[in-house]
């Protein structure tokens, strides 16, 4: 439980740092859009800004979408290791995470969908997709045994 305590202290810190990310990265994609655009210069500038700023955008919540997803394992961890008294709260931790991931993985959505580059685009929606399967799963499989276990 220390190891899992380190662990966690470690993922919170992580996330702290995602915030400030996260607001950098909404920053950038608001200042391209300020940029100029009279020119077809500027414009090209200004487009190909927008695209790498958005690209950042959307990197910044999947990496949170993926911490949030390790972070279940652990939560996984602490309710099969932990307090049993502790147990249901740990389940909402699960849940916590889950909304978590799926949070996070909305964000990604909605940046991909204004991305041109199709690659990109692909590779991150099927890591999201993915992601978000496995996050339900996990969270499933943890309250469908402590449900079992709970059951009087």
């Known amino acids: 439980m220390r190891h899992i305590s380190g662990v966690a202290l470690q993922q919170k810190g992580a996330f702290v740092e995602d ?12 200042a391209c859009f300020k940029m100029p655009k009279a020119m077809d210069e500027e414009k090209a500038a200004r ?10 955008a959307a990197l910044v919540p999947m990496q949170v ?3 949030a997803y390790e972070l279940m394992t652990v939560i996984m ?4 290791l932990g307090n049993r008294n502790a147990v249901t709260d740990a389940c909402v931790a699960m849940m916590s995470a889950r909304s978590a ?14 991305l041109k580059d199709k ?5 991150l929606q099927s890591e999201a997709d993915e992601l978000e399967h496995l996050a339900c799963a996990k969270e499933k499989e943890l309250l469908d045994e402590i449900n079992q276990e709970l059951k009087v």
């Open 19 to 30: 915030i400030d990310r996260d607001s950098e990265a909404y920053d950038k994609v608001f």
């Open 47 to 56: 487009s190909t800004a927008i695209q790498e700023a958005t690209k950042f």
């Open 65 to 67: 979408a993926r911490n």
């Open 77 to 80: 961890d602490v309710a099969r």
């Open 101 to 114: 991931v799926l949070g996070a993985l909305m964000n990604v959505r909605i940046n991909l969908g204004s």
């Open 119 to 123: 690659e990109f685009v692909s590779k």
